[in-house]
């Protein structure tokens, strides 16, 4: 039996220098790492990918870090400050990052660093090529890594080489914007399958292929120079029962009923602090909300967690400027000697006190401008055992595809998702409950494992190589 090789930019651990420059391990961000270390520790084999700046950090202090990575079979991809800036913060997170997410206005006036992507993405590639055996099947993941198929099957013909997005992939008349359009195509192209959330993700991408580079394409697979490649839906889930339990747990029921204490109805978001999570238009709603309904002020309150992000990043910074500036307006409008509207936190949380705040809350906001899939949504339906609360979702997350019982919006249209919030607190118990079972059915019913599980099972049915069919 082959091993299973995840690549990614992110570890699900990242390494940093403490204090006096020790070694410490942090729970990395974001919904690939939280999401695949569930699948990565029941399938074995490794996982390769970034362990973080390492900047601070002695050559021994490095290699403690390599050896306790290793024991979690991590394989470190180390990068310097000038690939930081270039590959990561730049073309991916500055270039590739809003595109895909349908903020053209946001690329620079020079697309840049694709050069030092490309770079990156040749040492990936090498390093899973210097970790591979014969049988291994590999899976690579996300936007920062879209050249790594083609490089890989330059190295090994014979892989079985599978890819999947996190994020969208958007309407071909966006991605064609890119420089590097024909380029980035030709690299996921290397792969056997490639797999997204959606079943509107695939339709944008076999038309990009077929539009591009001339590939031939049908519903569920493209035809290419000779190869064939898989194309399949595979939406993301969560890690259901390990949410479902820590939300039973005492502990985590003690601190819900602590944060209820105080009586009055919680609305809730959860974010990472990025501009496609919608935090702004969110924001307006809730303003709006207090000014259609007076009766709310002092009667509820948003908790608004959102955790730093990409904090290199210029639009990342503005951001966070912007959104301290309209919690600060909301608050000196509303707020009372005894009441605050708004209770913003800017940081990570322990999952104890996550969970505990998804058992707490009356309605989650999960209103992304665009989203690939957005997992917060999912988490917060496996953390109600108690069958109770409302889940307000945008349209515009790849979890809408999948949760139509949620009340969804559009974050674009600000009164309305004041007026669905307001709907959120009113909706009555038995609508809540009906609409809360349903979603739990199939967050509790499709979770991480399975999805994982699916994807496996494609790649292992692939021919490999591609399957060199006859060239129309
Ligand atoms: C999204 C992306 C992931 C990324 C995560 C956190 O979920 O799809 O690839 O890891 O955000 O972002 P970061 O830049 O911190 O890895």
Redesign the pocket.
């Known amino acids: 039996m082959g091993r299973l090789l995840i690549v990614?930019?992110?570890l699900p651990v990242t390494v940093k220098a403490g204090r006096g420059g020790a070694v410490e391990i942090q729970l990395?961000?974001?919904?690939?790492?939280t999401g695949m270390k569930g699948p990565h520790e029941r399938l074995g084999g490794l996982w390769i990918g970034w362990p973080g700046d390492l900047e601070g950090l002695s050559a021994a202090a490095r290699d403690e870090a390599d050896a306790r990575l290793a024991e979690h079979r991590l394989v470190p991809v180390p990068l310097s400050a000038d690939e930081i800036a270039r590959y990561?913060e730049g073309y991916s997170?500055a270039i590739l990052w809003p595109l895909f997410h349908y903020s053209a206005a946001r690329l620079p006036p020079e697309v840049s660093g694709f050069d030092v992507y490309e770079r990156v993405n040749a040492r990936f590639a090498g390093a899973v090529a210097d970790q591979w055996r014969e049988g291994d099947l590999v899976w690579i993941?996300?936007?920062?890594l879209m050249l790594v198929p083609a490089m890989l099957r330059e190295r090994l013909p014979g892989a079985r080489i599978g890819f999947f997005l996190?994020?969208p992939f958007p309407s071909s008349e966006i991605f064609r914007l890119l420089p590097q359009r024909e380029r980035l195509l030709e690299g996921l192209l290397g792969a056997d399958l490639l797999g997204f959330h959606t079943s509107t993700f695939v339709r944008h991408f076999a038309s990009s292929a077929l539009r591009l580079v001339g590939a031939t394409t049908e519903v569920d697979r493209v035809r290419w120079r000779g190869r064939e490649v898989r194309l399949g839906v595979f939406p993301m889930g969560i890690d259901a029962a390990h949410f479902d339990a820590l939300a039973r747990s005492p502990e985590v029921e003690e601190r819900a009923r602590a944060h209820r204490a105080e009586g009055t109805p919680i609305l809730l978001g959860i974010d990472?602090l990025d501009y496609t999570k919608g935090i702004q238009r969110r924001l307006l709603a809730y303003e709006a909300l207090l000014r259609a309904h007076p009766e709310l002020r002092k009667k509820v309150r948003l908790v608004q967690v959102a955790v730093p992000?990409?904090e290199n990043v210029e639009a990342y910074r503005e951001l966070r400027d912007e959104v301290d500036a309209l919690v600060g307006r909301i608050h000196g409008e509303y707020a009372t000697p005894g009441w605050s509207p708004i209770h913003y936190l800017y940081r990570g949380l322990a999952p104890p006190d996550l969970v505990a705040l998804y058992r707490a809350a009356d309605a989650v906001l999960v209103t992304p401008l665009r989203d690939?899939m957005n997992l917060v949504a999912k988490e917060f339906v496996a953390a109600r055992p108690d069958g109770d609360g409302v889940l307000v979702l945008s349209e515009f997350a790849g979890a809408a595809a999948e949760l139509a019982e949620a009340l969804l919006v559009n974050p674009y249209d600000v009164e309305h998702t004041a007026e669905v919030f307001h709907r959120a607190l009113t909706l009555p118990e038995d609508e809540r409950r009906t609409r809360m079972a349903l979603l739990r059915e199939r967050v509790l019913g499709h979770d991480v494992h399975g999805w994982a599980r699916a994807f496996v099972a494609a790649l292992e049915q692939v021919e490999a190589a591609g399957g060199r069919v006859e060239t129309a």
């Open positions: 990614s930019n992110r990395s961000t974001g919904g690939l790492a990561y997170n993941h996300d936007y920062q996190h994020i990472r992000s990409r690939g």
